[in-house]
């Protein structure tokens, strides 16, 4: 049994290598095979990762969000806090599963008690707009922030739009900019929309509009809606 569980472990690091690219050139067509043998072999950090697959329809897999939660719900049951995040966000969403804000809730609470940055992310949402739990902008904004102290980028542009508002916290427009402008060194499009917004509008910082057409046309790149259908109505391209 312990043989079993050495290969099992050596299947999952080496599924996980391969997944990411740590060591080793990215493919998760050989990913996929060594996750589910350690995944099945009970190993949590695999069970998680063969659901991300499996949610993404990477590795040769059929993109199943049901199988994915499955999985997801095995590594959840064993205390890892990736896999509870991943199943809070499947509950949160309705991916995969029907749609249950309470049980999102407990989840991503277990999650952050580990500081799982993006458990911490989804429980400021939940705070922000009362779902699963009642609305309160302050405890929204504490979880973005310790989540955003985390490199999280995604509650970095969401802390910045608290600042930017008020909300939960003093309204603060140089906190704002510094954190979306640290979100977008991320790649994040959302916050390189707000520094647009921010650079167009004069909010800030003293207006400037080639700043804030360079912003929108990143944003554009990285797949925000709202700049690329503002970049389409007058006809440039991004």
């Known amino acids: 049994q312990a043989a079993a569980q050495g290969h099992a472990e050596a299947a999952e690091q080496a599924g ?23 995944a099945e072999a009970g190993r949590p950090r695999a069970q998680n990762a063969y659901g991300v697959l499996l949610s993404l ?16 719900r095995r590594a959840a049951a064993q205390d890892f ?9 499947n509950y949160l ?15 991503c609470t277990l999650a952050a008690t580990k500081e799982r940055a993006s458990a911490l992310d989804l429980l400021g949402w939940m705070y922000q707009n009362g779902l699963g739990t009642a609305k309160d902008l302050p405890q929204a904004f504490r979880h973005y922030e ?8 995604n509650s970095q542009n969401n802390l910045g739009f608290m600042y930017e508002n008020g909300w939960g916290v003093g ?10 402008r640290q979100a ?35 944003a554009a790149r990285g797949g925000h809606p709202q700049s690329q259908e503002k970049h ?6 991004w």
Do not use: K
């Open 16 to 38: 996980i290598a391969f997944m990411e690219g740590y060591g080793t050139p990215q493919n998760d067509a050989r990913a996929a095979p060594l996750l589910r043998q350690a």
């Open 57 to 72: 329809g990477r590795g040769g897999l059929a993109q199943d969000n049901a199988a994915a939660t499955a999985w997801y």
């Open 81 to 89: 806090a990736q896999g509870q995040s991943n199943l809070c966000h």
């Open 93 to 107: 969403f309705g991916e995969g599963v029907e749609r249950n804000e309470a049980e999102a809730f407990r989840l």
């Open 146 to 153: 310790r989540a955003a102290r985390l490199g999280w980028a």
């Open 171 to 180: 309204r603060d427009t140089q906190q704002a900019l510094y954190w979306y």
């Open 184 to 218: 977008a060194a991320q790649g994040n499009p959302w916050a390189e929309w707000n520094l647009g917004r921010m650079h167009q509008d004069g909010v800030g910082v003293p207006a400037d509009q080639a700043t804030a057409v360079e912003h929108f046309r990143r």
């Open 232 to 237: 389409r109505q007058v006809g440039v391209t």
